[in-house]
């Protein structure tokens, strides 16, 4: 489905082979754009009876190539490194049959609010065929990782992750799709949460 919604981005507009992104049809959608720049959109879309949000961000490198990007998406040890908010980051399972995989991450949140803790499934994909990589990861339950009342955990979160290689995995260039949505059970207002995505 990530694939798909992929390729009706691009047909919307044209092949992308790093151009102009595509802008999804807010009437049908409601998205609505919070961030437009040159190799960066960002757009929201309201998620019906509740107070939160539904993100989607189409970008583009063109100084990068798509398998090492790929790859550091999937790196929870590189991760670490890079990540200051990290607090803990661990594979929990792994499913050889799928290619699943169990995460447990515990990250920073603002002072003086608690740490927050996912525990979420990922599979991911290089489509060689279609010239793509995806990566999907949900929110899970895990009987080895309960809740610690030390942090909040995060119930609902979704992520999905299209990328098109201008050319190759292996050569310079490509264009993404991020579509995210969480629940971190903040208190903050709507406009504190606006100001939040679009400055941080």
Not at 78 to 87: G, H, P, T
Not at 168 to 183: A, H, R, V
Request: with cysteine.
């Amino acid at each position: 489905r990530s694939a798909l919604e992929m390729k009706r981005m691009e047909s919307a507009a044209g092949v992308l082979q790093g151009g102009e992104f595509p802008r999804p049809e807010p009437r049908a959608e409601h998205w609505e754009m919070i961030m437009d720049k040159k190799h960066f959109k960002l757009w929201r879309r309201p998620i019906e009876g509740t107070h939160l949000y539904q993100y989607r961000v189409f970008g583009s490198y063109t100084d990068v190539t798509p398998r090492q990007f790929f790859n550091v998406q999937l790196d929870t040890e590189y991760r670490k490194k890079w990540d200051s908010l990290v607090i803990k980051l661990d594979v929990i399972e792994r499913d050889l049959a799928t290619g699943s995989e169990v995460i447990h991450w515990v990250t920073h949140f603002p002072y003086p609010m608690y740490s927050r803790d996912y525990v979420y499934v990922r599979r991911y994909c290089v489509d060689k065929e279609n010239n793509l990589m995806v990566l999907v990861s949900r929110a899970v339950e895990h009987p080895s990782v309960p809740e610690d009342p030390e942090y909040v955990r995060v119930r609902t979160y979704e992520s999905q992750m299209v990328i098109r290689p201008h050319k190759t995995f292996d050569e310079n260039g490509f264009d993404y799709l991020l579509t995210y949505s969480d629940n971190p059970q903040t208190v903050f207002p709507r406009y504190c949460v606006s100001w939040m995505v679009s400055s941080g």
